[in-house]
T-cell receptor, first 116, second 110 residues
């Protein structure tokens, strides 16, 4: 089955620093990956759609200069939170689909970011 | 208005009982629907797809009502391990963008 690996699972960083989160599709190629953010007791909110070899598509209200997405290969997408602030503390999750026609999406295990 | 809305619950269910809950979606062009399960502080995991004719997977039954724009999930013979938050998901465009509901919490008690 489709496996998506996300790393790191947990990170604590100081305010003003940048954090990179990796999302890998381990046994399939993913031309499209999605990045979500989830605050406590809230739904997953789509931040951006990451397209291999092209620029990411950001959702309204998501700052593209703050959340840098790179999808350099068919198996790797990265999300960099630049100049992190405490309000960026959240659960970040990526997802990808083995077969878009079936829309069976697999999620990475998530990254819990705490900015202090 | 949110694209996908769910009753947050919690639904407190005695072990062995049946529980059902709905999810409404606002975009009539939504093509596909899923139920995901999310345990506390973990990533969502696909529970089942929802087909137009309704479908069953073991103790779980999903229904789609396009006319009223809602989907439902029914859990029979609830187990303690069914305690989780159930996320309703609609696919709203050709890129496969998922719209999540905020989740319905189910607590199965002994």
């Amino acid at each position: 089955g489709a496996v998506v690996s996300q790393h790191p699972s947990r990170v604590i960083c100081k305010s003003g620093t940048s954090v990179k989160i990796e999302c890998r599709s381990l046994d399939f190629q993913a031309t499209t990956m999605f990045w979500y953010r989830q605050f406590p007791k809230q739904s997953l909110m789509l931040m951006a759609t990451s397209n291999e070899g092209s620029k990411a598509t950001y959702e309204q209200g998501v700052e593209k200069d703050k959340f840098l997405i790179n999808h350099a290969s068919l198996t790797l997408s990265t999300l960099t939170v630049t100049s992190a602030h405490p309000e960026d503390s959240s659960f970040y999750i990526c997802s990808a689909s083995l077969n878009r026609a079936n829309y069976g999406y697999t999620f990475g295990s998530g990254t819990r970011l705490t900015v202090v | 208005r949110k694209e996908v809305e769910q009753d947050p619950g919690p639904f407190n269910v005695p072990e062995g009982a049946t529980v059902a809950f709905n999810c409404t979606y606002s975009n009539s062009a939504s093509q596909s629907f899923f139920w995901y399960r999310q345990d506390c502080r973990k990533e969502p995991k696909l529970l089942m797809s929802v087909y137009s004719s309704g479908n069953e997977d073991g103790r779980f039954t999903a229904q789609l009502n396009r006319a009223s724009q809602y989907i439902s999930l029914l859990i029979r013979d609830s187990k303690l391990s069914d305690s989780a938050t159930y996320l309703c998901v609609a696919v709203t465009d050709s890129w496969g963008k998922l719209q999540f509901g905020a989740g319905t919490q189910v607590v199965v008690t002994p």
